[in-house]
């Protein structure tokens, strides 16, 4: 079957230590997303890429970095430069961006930092 | 800029109740809407979209028609079940460029008991 898959489902940290979300899409498509979900506040935009080796920062990058080395993958890592890093994680994939915008989501992580 | 604004939850309901969640918009040009839900611990999954103007979206029982003439999305259900309870997002596709970039709402809570 067809979907995005995110891993670990739950993961745990302590602070001062980088962390790297996983996620992994095999629906062939090009544009790859990240969001941020805290109660209360909806999604907000990480970063996004549309192509393989490139990406753009989003409405909250500071504190996040990514990767696009494959079309399949793409990594979040959470840095100690990130000020409030617990929350809901989630990665989405879409056909292209520019399209009619639909997009496609994996499961999330929950990222706990203490 | 863009943005979604939806009606605060949450929403409780009996079974069988009608159901309405106001969605509204600001956007310039012509954006793709969209609901998505989210059930408690899972990602989103696309409820039902409308492109443009008029046209009316459906999927499960759930509808929302595309309103240009009052920038509106509003989701309805004739008749709802205890397992249409999740948190419901409005979103639009950003039109800037062509990023195609989602915009969220902050989401409803819908409760629905027996």
């Known amino acids: 079957d067809g979907g995005i898959t995110q891993s670990p489902k739950y993961l745990f940290r302590k602070e001062g230590q980088n962390v790297t979300l996983s996620c992994e899409q095999n629906?062939?498509?090009?544009?790859m997303y990240w969001y941020r979900q805290d109660p209360g506040q909806g999604l907000r935009l990480i970063y996004y890429?549309?192509?393989?080796?490139?990406?753009q920062k989003g409405d909250i990058a500071e504190g996040y970095s990514v990767s696009r080395e494959k079309k399949e993958s793409f990594p979040l890592t959470v840095t100690s430069a990130q000020k409030n890093p617990t929350a809901f994680y989630l990665c989405a994939s879409s056909i292209s961006s520019g399209a009619t915008g639909e997009q496609y989501f994996g499961p999330g992580t929950r990222l706990t930092v203490t | 800029g863009d943005s979604v604004t939806q009606m605060e939850g949450p929403v409780t309901l009996s079974e069988e109740a009608f159901l309405t969640i106001n969605c509204t918009y600001t956007a310039t040009g012509y954006p793709s809407l969209f609901w998505y839900v989210q059930y408690p611990g899972e990602g989103l999954q696309l409820l039902l979209k409308a492109t443009k103007a008029d046209d009316k979206g459906s999927n499960k029982g759930f509808e929302a028609t595309y309103r240009k003439e009052t920038t509106s999305f509003h989701l309805e259900k004739g008749s709802v079940q205890v397992s249409d309870s999740a948190v419901y997002f409005c979103?639009?596709?950003?039109?800037?460029?062509?990023?195609?970039?989602?915009?969220f709402g902050k989401g409803t809570k819908l409760s629905v008991k027996p």
């Open positions: 979103a639009l596709s950003d039109q800037k460029g062509s990023q195609g970039n989602l915009i």
């Open positions: 890429s549309q192509i393989v080796n490139d990406f």
């Open positions: 629906l062939n498509h090009d544009a």
